[in-house]
């Protein structure tokens, strides 16, 4: 089963307000990705973070990785309309294959 | 180029039947993975090529679930007497090299539906 818990399941949003997802992991990452997936489609690759305590901007998405490497944050601000899809963050345990679990996914709806 | 690719996109299969699921990935990407992802649930990790070599196969969920990749290019995932709990979609992802410091481009998935 899944070792990488995330939460909330759902976030439904006024457009314009702050977004955050949480993502917890049961044993220390190599490494964290986020995904998102738009109803329908396929993940798509967002960020990669490596480095305890680290912090990667893209433009309004804010991405954290714990000091111990157990857990990750997606904060988006001022959501938009197209922010739209299920974010997921996947956490990569063994270091040297790229096998990634993933959590159940946040799926973010923004009304207009 | 072009990106990962699969077919068929959509495949429906009487219980009981077998079925093949193709991946084209990104040229010249050594790592292959094949992911399960059922109705409002992340992906899950079935199995991992490196070229040719099938590393992991940890997350294949029965011995009726069988994927190969020969020539270290396309793969596929083979499901023999599918079941109505085979019903998912199944992604594949490639990436360029081995190990974990690069990013999986994932195909649009073929979605199965065992009636």
Sequence with gaps: GQQVMQIPQYQHVQEGEDFTTYCNSSTTLSNIQWYKQRPGGHPVFLIQLVKSGEVKKQKRLTFQFGEAKKNSSLHITATQTTDVGTYFCAGDRSGNTGKLIFGQGTTLQVKP | ?115
């Design chain 2, 1 to 115: 180029g072009a990106g990962v690719s699969q077919s068929p996109r959509y495949k429906v299969a009487k219980r009981g039947q077998d079925v093949a699921l193709r991946c084209d990935p990104i040229s010249g990407h050594v790592s292959l993975f094949w992911y399960q992802q059922a109705l409002g649930q992340g992906p899950e990790f079935l199995t991992y090529f490196q070229n040719e070599a099938q590393l992991d196969k940890s997350g294949l969920p029965s011995d009726r679930f069988f994927a190969e990749r020969p020539e270290g290019s396309v793969s596929t995932l083979k499901i023999q007497r599918t079941q109505q709990e085979d019903s998912a979609v199944y992604l594949c992802a490639s990436s360029l090299g081995p190990g974990d410091s690069d990013t999986q481009y994932f195909g649009p998935g073929t979605r199965l539906t065992v009636l």
